[in-house]
């Protein structure tokens, strides 16, 4: 279970202002400072990139990107921001090609293997705790989670409060919603990580009755620097919300289809009327995608919806410097 794996956090290193060969596994092991650290970097990035400036500040190095899950954004954004700072790649994308799978090899062994290959792995596992178990299995190069089951996806929070932060230039005092699948959004138990180590933050957790976020997760978090209230429907959405964060029933985390369907049928979608209705002008609207009946596209055009905007381009930006501070490049 997530209260599992977050006992065994304790063996995790603190970043403390120094990224340097550090696995990145949780949320946790971050401060403030450390997420402002990010962000100054993430800023000349993007100038990098906008500017097409050629860089060489990972040239010699090779990042592993293991993919046992799919993955679009998070395998895509890793990969263009090794190659964008002159660094190579080993992609491994289908779990039937790795030893580990296919011929019974054990998930340590594999680790073991590819980190005598590279100078750091990214790791996405359906596993809970498989980031973590990588990173103790690794003895010598940094590992970093991509997204391990329904646990946690440390990296999406960093592009997300980046997000929050280039819109209102703070991460105190913000009020939002995060709405959908509450228990097993990796990126929902990321992000109430994040937000709790600021000032002031208060969450609106929307979600259909069984996908509540489990009760240890909520008391934990409520045990932290953060306000959560659960609402069960669209019309407790107080209207002045700084952000919207849309999250999809995640399919693959459900033993029956029945069982998933049963649950799409009380999802929740954002339609222009609801925007009309509930958001303000000043708000934004973010989603880690994919999509699956989470935002209407006739919402695309409107100017608060960030998700194929900033959003995802912030995960480039974000990864780019989060592998040259920890790659010691930065
Ligand atoms: N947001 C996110 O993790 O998307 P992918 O599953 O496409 O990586």
Redesign the pocket.
Known sequence: SQIAVEKTYDTLAMINGDFKGKDIVSFDQFSADDVRRIFALAGHMKQLVLGKEPCQLLAGQLVSLLFFE??????GSFAAAVKRLGGQTLEIQNPETVSSVNKGETFEDTIRVFEAYSDAIVLRHPRPGAALRAAESAEFVPVLNA?DGNNE?PT?TVLDLYTLYERFGRLDNLTGVMAGDALNSR?IHSLMRGLSLFENNTVYLLSPEKLRLNREDLNMFRSRNITIHEITSERDIPRDCQYWYWTRIQKERFDSLTEYNEMVAQRFTVTPALLAEYASQEMILMD???RIGTIDTEVDKDHRAVYLRSQVRNGLYTRMALLALVLGRA
């Open positions: 799919p993955s679009s954004r998070t395998f997204g996806h999406q990126t880690p995608l994919p």
